[in-house]
């Protein structure tokens, strides 16, 4: 199920769906569709539409972030621990051998609620496809079927050659570059289509610049985010 909230921040507007819903913030995904900076005349405010996740269709696993840069996260022993990431580790090198490539699956972290999993594979690049939507779709049928195994609490984040912490970095230069671009021209700049994480991290990068505003556009998973010239105030 989807819905809509509205915040003077998105922590605010995070805490209103949490509350509202009667749900622990890890379960529901976030998705911001605007934000708007205080001005001197204008309140601040977030709109966000929130994903539960009481049911595999439900959930967008294959858009979760990637692996942790800090927390807790165990970064320890890439074999198999228990009988669930020996089938889900034997699943996915069985899809994509089906695909027609060689690959080895090892674990990368573990966490509460989820597992990252690497793919060693010579055609990293293939597994990954246009803008990480290979690795994006091989990811979703990883968690349908731990989904099917009983474990739909859990997220596992599939990953190849730091593909997505090097996409997250990416996406972080360009939200300040194209801030850059909308400060000079004092107009707006429609970015290409993303996945719901990759414009959740495009909005919050640019949340605290007074000078530009953001916002979602499109139907269906992937829109597109505007960046707005809007000034100072």
Do not use: C, W
């Not at 379960?27 to 996740?53: A, M, N, P, S, Y």
């Not at 496809?129 to 596992?156: S, T, W």
């Amino acid at each position: 199920m989807t819905y809509e909230y509205e915040g003077k921040t998105e922590k605010e507007a995070i805490e209103l769906a949490a509350e509202e819903l009667g749900l622990e913030k890890n379960q529901f995904d976030v998705e911001i569709l605007e934000t708007q900076k205080t001005g001197l005349f204008k309140k601040g405010h977030v709109r966000i539409r929130v994903h539960t996740v009481d049911s595999p269709e439900h959930v967008n696993p294959e858009f979760e972030g990637s692996i942790p840069k800090t927390g807790k996260s165990v970064f320890a022993n890439p074999l198999p621990q228990d009988e669930f990431e020996k089938k889900i580790i034997d699943f996915t090198a069985n899809v994509i051998s089906k695909m027609g490539y060689e690959v080895t699956v090892e674990i990368m972290f573990r966490e509460e609620r989820k597992i990252g999993m690497r793919l060693n594979s010579s055609h990293s690049s293939i597994l990954i496809g246009r803008k990480g939507k290979n690795l994006d779709a091989l990811q979703l049928l990883v968690n349908v079927y731990a989904g099917r195994l009983g474990r739909d609490d859990l997220r596992i984040i599939l990953d190849t050659e730091n593909y997505r912490i090097r996409r997250e970095e990416s996406l972080v230069r360009l939200a300040y570059n194209t801030a850059d671009k909308v400060r000079t021209t004092r107009n707006s700049i429609l970015l290409d289509p993303m996945n719901p994480f990759e414009r959740r991290l495009i909005h919050t990068t640019l949340n605290d610049i007074g000078d530009v505003e953001t916002k979602s556009e499109g139907e269906g998973l992937y829109k597109q985010v505007r960046v707005i010239y809007k000034g100072l105030h």
